[in-house]
Antibody
Framework: EVQLVESGGGLVQPGGSLRLSCAASGFSFSISRMAWVRQAPGKGLEWVAYIKQDGSERYYVDSVKGRFTISRDNAENSLFLQMNSLRAEDTAVYYC????????????????????WGQGTTVTVSS | DIQMTQSPSSLSASVGDSVTITCRASQSLNSYLNWYQQKPGKAPNLLIYGTTSLQSGVPSRFSGSGSGTEFTLSIRSLQPEDFAIYYCQQSDSYPHTFGQGTQLEIK
């Protein structure tokens, strides 16, 4: 069964740090692009970060640049999100997701979408 | 960053109805537009990628269309399990922003 399981969430004070983990199983993690998406309480989805298969490309939403770091361990089939200098506005459910590559009808064109999601882990930043 | 705007923000419909949700982008997306469905307390579920392609396992009553900056998700003959929140997402350029969501409620 294809599965992603997040862990590492919890309550942390403003300015603190937390490291989220995402354990992958049932598919070839080492050849999969991965991402983190978050959802603040009662709010919509926010794309947070992305990492290529070998870690050579990483992108972040502006609001977390310089504070969050996405990484992976292909030998352990694991994705991580190191979150530093946490703020109240980082409070959210954090989902890891596989970003799958689809072939488009036109030659040489590919589409990307998040086809597998974890159940989420809750991060609460509060004093 | 590309801004994604969905309309309406909420929608009431009955089982058996057909509905359409619109997503507008602040710049052209070259068909790099995805749709997700989210039910309360659950992770999102991919419905459509590349504007029109149905994800495996998704019922054919869901369809997507559009180009450039305007895209639509259509659901025909609504079923009870379709009442949820729907999000569009662009994958043209980073960050891959989402729309604010459209809540589809039972009338």
């Amino acid at each position: 069964e294809v599965q992603l399981v997040e862990s590492g969430g919890g309550l942390v004070q403003p300015g603190g740090s937390l490291r989220l983990s995402c354990a992958a199983s049932g598919f070839s993690f080492s050849i999969s692009r991965m991402a983190w998406v978050r959802q603040a309480p009662g709010k919509g989805l926010e794309w947070v970060a992305y990492i290529k298969q070998d870690g050579s490309e990483r992108y972040y939403v502006d609001s977390v640049k310089g504070r969050f770091t996405i990484s992976r361990d292909n030998a352990e089939n694991s994705l991580f999100l190191q979150m530093n200098s946490l703020r109240a506005e980082d409070t959210a459910v954090y989902y890891c997701a596989r970003r799958r590559k689809y072939t488009a009808p036109r030659p040489g064109i590919f589409y990307y979408a998040m086809d597998v999601w974890g159940q989420g882990t809750t991060v609460t930043v509060s004093s | 960053d590309i801004q994604m705007t969905q309309s309406p923000s909420s929608l009431s419909a009955s089982v058996g109805d057909s509905v359409t949700i619109t997503c507008r982008a602040s710049q052209s997306l070259n068909s790099y537009l995805n749709w997700y469905q989210q039910k309360p307390g659950k992770a999102p579920n991919l419905l459509i990628y590349g504007t029109t392609s149905l994800q495996s396992g998704v019922p054919s009553r869901f369809s997507g269309s559009g180009s450039g900056t305007e895209f639509t998700l259509s659901i025909r003959s609504l079923q009870p399990e379709d009442f949820a929140i729907y999000y569009c997402q662009q994958s043209d350029s980073y960050p891959h922003t989402f729309g604010q969501g459209t809540q589809l409620e039972i009338k």
